[in-house]
């Protein structure tokens, strides 16, 4: 039972949390194309607009590895901290085998988190297997990546 309070207050009814704000961000919105290519360098641009018919880039735009570009041109790619695998994150906040992206037959692609300790995150939120659309947000470990389709630069114009 304890001690009771010194002022008769009930102490049950007295609760005090504490939140570490710092880590939280916003959960990012659907970004506009024009949006998205002022993010780029013209190099990087450039790399999406020649991208292969079917294929997808991963672009880290900020945080740990910035700058760092992923081609997306198989059907299965393994996404971890195993040497072997097909996207290579060096970090303790990775999984050997964090997640897999693949693409269907008509060109779409999916993430699939591969029961990742610290999880796989689309657009800020937890999934275990979401579609992938042009513009998103994939959280790995430490690593922010964004999603780029050539398919949809044409298609939608610049």
């Keep these: 039972m304890g001690i009771p309070p010194i002022d008769g207050s009930n102490p049950s009814s007295e609760l005090t949390s504490t939140i570490n704000v710092s880590s939280l961000h916003a959960v990012p919105g659907t970004r506009e194309n024009s949006e998205l290519l002022a993010l780029l360098s013209p190099e990087e641009s450039a790399i999406i607009s ?6 997808a880039m991963l672009i880290s735009l ?3 590895g910035r700058g760092s570009r992923y081609l997306l041109d198989q059907d299965h790619l393994a996404i971890g901290r195993d040497p072997a695998g097909a996207i ?13 992206i693949s693409r269907s037959n008509d060109g779409k692609f999916e993430i699939n988190d591969l029961n990742s300790l610290n999880g796989t995150y689309l657009n800020a939120i937890s999934t275990v297997k979401s579609p ?26 610049k």
């Design 88 to 100: 290579f994150l060096d970090d303790i906040t990775v999984s050997r085998k964090h997640c897999e």
């Design 132 to 157: 992938l659309h042009h513009g998103d947000e994939v959280q790995i470990g430490k690593y922010r990546l964004t999603f780029f389709q050539s398919d949809y630069l044409e298609n939608k114009g």
């Design 62 to 64: 900020s945080g740990p």
């Design 50 to 55: 020649a991208l292969p018919e079917r294929a």
